[in-house]
C-alpha cells in the first residue's frame, strides 16, 4: 500500500535552515508528481510546494519562493524540501502528499504522509 | 492567492445529510473541474474524499458527494455518522496559484 513518511522536523531558530525528507514506498514514485503542504497551529491547509514526476518543473506558494527548495530523488523513493531563512510563521506541521496531474497542472493529493512539527522559534 | 471560501462550522443530528459549499472565482473554482475535498480528524493527516469536482476515491462511502454550481462547489454528507465529525477542506486547481485550499469547514455532528 502507498506509504509516504516525513523526517527532519525539529525546533531551529529564525533564520536557521531545515531539510525535509519524504520517504514513498507502495508504488513507482517517478510516475507521480509529489507536493508538500503544511498546517500552522489551529490553521487550515496551505500548499507550500510541488515538483512534476521528472523533477524538472517546480512551484512555490509565494509565502516560501525564493526561501524553499524542492527537490526529489527518483531512486531513493525520496522527496525533499529545503527551507532557509525560516520565519515564526512558518512553523507548522509539513505533510508531504502524492500528487495527481497532467502536463505539470496539479489536480488533487490522493496520498498524505502523517506530517512532521516544524516550530521556529528563539 | 486568496483561499477559498468555506464556512467556518457546520452540523447536523445522526442520519441527517448536510452541504458544505465552498466559493471561489472564475479563475478557480468556476473555470476548472478540479475541485477535490478532504476530511481532517484531529492530529491526522487529511484524507482525500472527493476529487475532479465528483468522484469518490475506491474506499470512500457513497454518502460523499460534490458538485459544482458557477464558482461554488459543495460537499454533501448523507445519513451523517458520529464519524463524519471532522474538519473538511476543499482545494481547487487555479489559473494563477496553482492551487489553493479553502480556509476549513469544523463539521459537528450533534
Known amino acids: 500500500q502507498v506509504q509516504l513518511v516525513e523526517s527532519g522536523g525539529g525546533l531551529v531558530e529564525p533564520g536557521g535552515s531545515l531539510r525535509l525528507s519524504c520517504a514513498a514506498s507502495g508504488f513507482t514514485f517517478s510516475h507521480y508528481y509529489m507536493s508538500w503542504i503544511r498546517q500552522a497551529p489551529g490553521k487550515g491547509l496551505e500548499w507550500v510546494s510541488y515538483i512534476i514526476n521528472s523533477g524538472g518543473t517546480t512551484y512555490y506558494a509565494d509565502s516560501v519562493k525564493g526561501r524553499f527548495t524542492i527537490s526529489r530523488d527518483n531512486a531513493k523513493n525520496s522527496l525533499y524540501l529545503q527551507m532557509n531563512s525560516l520565519r515564526a510563521e512558518d512553523t507548522a506541521v509539513y505533510f508531504c502528499?502524492?500528487?495527481?496531474?497532467?502536463?505539470?497542472?496539479?489536480?488533487?493529493?490522493?496520498?498524505w504522509g502523517q506530517g512532521t512539527q516544524i516550530t521556529v522559534s528563539s | 492567492q486568496s483561499a477559498l471560501t468555506q464556512p467556518a462550522s457546520v452540523s447536523g443530528s445522526p442520519g441527517q445529510s448536510i452541504t458544505i459549499s465552498c466559493t471561489g472565482t472564475s479563475s478557480d473554482v468556476g473555470g476548472y473541474n478540479y475541485v477535490s475535498w478532504y476530511q481532517q480528524h484531529p492530529g491526522k493527516a487529511p484524507k482525500l474524499m472527493i476529487y475532479d469536482v465528483s468522484n469518490r476515491p475506491s474506499g470512500v462511502s457513497n454518502r460523499f458527494s460534490g458538485s459544482k454550481s458557477g464558482n461554488t462547489a459543495s460537499l454533501t454528507i448523507s445519513g451523517l455518522q458520529a464519524e463524519d465529525e471532522a474538519d473538511y477542506y476543499c482545494?481547487?486547481?487555479?489559473?494563477?496559484?496553482?492551487?489553493?485550499f479553502g480556509g476549513g469547514t469544523k463539521l459537528t455532528v450533534l
Open positions: 482545494s481547487s486547481y487555479t489559473s494563477s496559484s496553482p492551487l489553493v
Open positions: 502528499a502524492r500528487l495527481r496531474g497532467l502536463l505539470a497542472a496539479p489536480y488533487y493529493f490522493d496520498y
